[in-house]
């Protein structure tokens, strides 16, 4: 039998005012989970917990309909005023990295900043 972890699934929670109410079909896992600490290893027992949680509430019949679709998730998204970097703009970002990072003779240099991430990216509203 498999010790439980001490981290169990999370929801996203409703709102910052409110630590019970969760956005039903919304989870995280890895370091959003449990905060910067793990490695790989960590994060795959971590990701099957959640598995078995999306999985629970699937046969409990608590997931909103649109949460397997990407439209969906754009509808929760933009409800929240979430700006979005899509794969293209994740493109961008991976290319501006490799680029700094080789003028530094590394493999990369990481854009840490939210806003310069968003502005490399193209954020574009979820729509």
């Known amino acids: 039998m ?17 630590a019970t109410a969760t956005a039903p079909g919304l ?5 959003l989970k449990r905060g910067p600490s793990g490695i790989i290893g960590s994060n795959l027992v971590c990701a099957q917990e959640t598995v078995q949680c999306v999985a629970a ?8 309909r649109h949460t397997n ?14 700006n979005v970097v899509d794969r293209d703009g994740w ?3 991976d290319g501006k990295e490799v680029a700094d ?4 003779d590394k493999p990369r240099e990481k854009l840490t900043c939210t806003e310069q991430l968003l502005s490399v990216g193209g954020q574009r509203e979820a729509s």
Do not use: N
């Not at 509430?57 to 909103?64: I, R, S």
């Not at 679709?69 to 979430?82: F, I, N, P, S, Y």
């Open 91 to 93: 493109a961008r970002i």
């Open 101 to 104: 990072g080789a003028v530094k």
């Open 27 to 31: 989870y995280v896992c890895g370091w």
């Open 57 to 64: 509430d699937l046969e409990a019949g608590v997931l909103p």
């Open 2 to 18: 498999r010790t439980p972890s001490p981290f169990p699934c999370r929801r996203v929670l409703q709102g910052a005012g409110d």
């Open 69 to 82: 679709t990407t439209d969906g998730l754009l509808e929760v998204l933009k409800a929240r005023g979430v």
